[in-house]
């Protein structure tokens, strides 16, 4: 069956860098959208960026435009995300999830859900 598991989060000063990965097992991520959202403590869940199918497409939130990159090899089946200048608000749960939609950050159009890596910027 269908499963997603995030690695690569970790603890990491302010302005450092992490790369997140998301593996997929039981489909071929390549005919769907791969998006990525976080939680922090408290906190609703928010999208963070997604990929189209092809990845000729790709939408981010306003928070990490121009610090995040999102990116996809269909070869492996994983999706990453390049995370840069973290800041402490960028703490949170990380989580990728698969939908059928097409580029979207609403978090209602994802079928399924990967367990979340942790990413905490601290000093």
């Known amino acids: 069956q269908l499963q997603l598991v995030e690695s690569g989060g970790g603890l990491v000063q302010p302005g450092g860098s992490l790369r997140l990965s998301c593996a997929a097992s039981?489909?071929?991520?390549?005919?769907?959208?791969i998006g990525w959202f976080r939680q922090a403590p408290g906190k609703e869940r928010e999208g963070v960026s997604c990929?189209?199918?092809?990845?000729?497409?790709?939408k981010y939130a306003d928070s990490v435009k121009g610090r995040f990159t999102i990116a996809r090899d269909n070869a492996k089946n994983t999706v990453y995300l390049q995370m840069n200048s973290l800041k402490p608000e960028d703490t949170g749960v990380y989580y990728c999830?698969?939908?059928?939609?097409?580029?979207?950050?609403?978090?209602?159009?994802?079928?399924?859900w990967g367990q979340g890596t942790q990413v905490t910027v601290s000093s």
């Open positions: 039981g489909i071929t991520m390549n005919y769907y959208l």
């Open positions: 990929i189209s199918s092809s990845g000729g497409s790709t």
């Open positions: 999830a698969v939908s059928k939609y097409s580029v979207t950050l609403n978090a209602r159009l994802y079928d399924s």
